[in-house]
């Protein structure tokens, strides 16, 4: 069965501080998405992986293929990091499996 | 700004009605799916479209159905309407299986 369970479910931290979010995914799953959801819904794209590391500005991203690990870091958060994200990955149909997602709050 | 725009942003239906959610892709791309996302949980994969044709389905009821038309838009149907079916709904564009998805803003479904 494909999985993906992600940890923390919450995390709060202060403004400035350097934020990891786990991810461990099943035998099955093809490539990793990190995705980024503000209240009211909307969901964004933040790195796809299938190997190795990415990084976009503050946020990095990383895949241990082996481990079937991922996670996704912050450095120096802001309040407007605040936000849920997600890790999902690719299913078999072609679909995205996602995990619970992570609520972070940074306070100023 | 994705390029994926669904309408409408939220709806409030009866129970045992029908509803048809709206989900215009970024041009291109040849897939689109639907998810269900329940207030507190995760999306919850419900079909997929490639290419005009269902190419996959989530543990959901054939109450729930799908289009996909040439144009790169697409519909979702959900018919005799229960209240467990209050969630927001979320399309996804890709250009192809395992590339990065562009979601809609989602629609907010209430049955009452």
């Keep these: ?82 936000a849920v994200y997600i890790c999902a990955g690719g299913g078999s149909q072609g679909n995205l499996i996602f995990g619970k997602g992570t609520k972070l709050s940074v306070k100023p | 700004e994705t390029g994926v725009t669904q309408s409408p942003t939220h709806l409030i239906k009866t129970r045992g009605q029908q509803v048809t959610l709206r989900c215009s892709s970024q041009s291109g791309h040849n897939t689109v799916s639907w998810y269900q996302q329940a207030l507190g949980q995760g999306p919850q994969f419900i079909f997929q479209y490639y290419r005009e044709e269902e190419n996959g389905r989530g543990n959901f009821p054939p109450r729930f159905s799908g289009l996909q038309f040439p144009n790169y838009s697409s519909e979702l149907n959900v018919n005799a309407l229960e209240l467990d079916d209050s969630a927001l709904y979320l399309c996804a564009s890709t250009w192809d299986r395992d590339t990065e998805a562009f979601f809609g803003q989602g629609t907010r479904l209430t049955v009452v």
Excluded at chain 1, 12 to 38: D, K, M, R
Excluded at chain 1, 65 to 81: C, G, M, V
Aim: glycine share 8%; charged share 15%; with cysteine.
């Design chain 1, 1 to 82: 069965k494909n999985e993906v369970e992600q940890s923390p479910q919450n995390l709060t931290a202060q403004e400035g501080e350097f934020i990891t979010i786990n991810c461990s995914y099943s035998v099955g799953i093809s490539a990793l998405h990190w995705l980024q959801q503000h209240p009211g819904g909307g969901i964004v794209s933040l790195f796809m992986l299938s190997s190795g590391k990415k990084k976009h500005g503050r946020l990095i991203a990383t895949i241990n293929i082996q481990e079937k690990h991922s996670s996704l870091h912050i450095t120096a958060s802001h309040p407007r990091d605040s």
